[in-house]
């Protein structure tokens, strides 16, 4: 976050001193600098800051999205394969893995099922 307010510090910094530059021009009709390039290129970089930002609040947002889905196809939390005895709560790494065969054989057993449903449609008939 801290790039995004030096980022437009300066923009705003640069962005003034135009404004004060195309003031003076309107005034005296004399261009003193020209820091417009200079503007586009501080708001360019703005622009970049701001759409890395809003990349990593969606990649955030996703990994929350997939602990919760994580949490509620597997509701204990898995403990290391050597436990301490604070931790009562959870199940061992072998429960875990029996509880993943469980959920794959499912998956499996639903795919299945798809699979011969769609060989009962006879324009499907010839796809694998």
């Known amino acids: 976050l801290f790039p995004l ?17 195309n003031a003076r021009q309107d005034e005296n009709g004399v261009q003193i600098d020209n820091v417009s390039g200079r503007f586009e290129k501080c708001l360019e970089e703005f622009y970049a800051i701001c759409d890395q930002i809003e990349i990593n609040l969606r990649l955030a947002h996703e990994v929350i999205q997939q602990d919760r889905d994580s949490s509620r196809n597997t509701p204990i939390s898995v403990l290391p394969p050597k436990t301490e ?6 199940q061992l790494y072998s429960q875990y893995l029996s509880t993943v065969r469980a959920q794959i054989n499912c998956a499996k057993d639903i795919r299945d099922v798809l699979h011969d449903c769609l060989k009962n449609f006879p324009e499907h008939s010839s796809h694998p």
């Open 5 to 21: 307010i030096f980022l437009s510090q300066n923009l705003f910094k640069v962005g003034g001193h135009l404004f004060y530059q």
């Open 85 to 90: 005895p604070q931790q009562p709560e959870g």
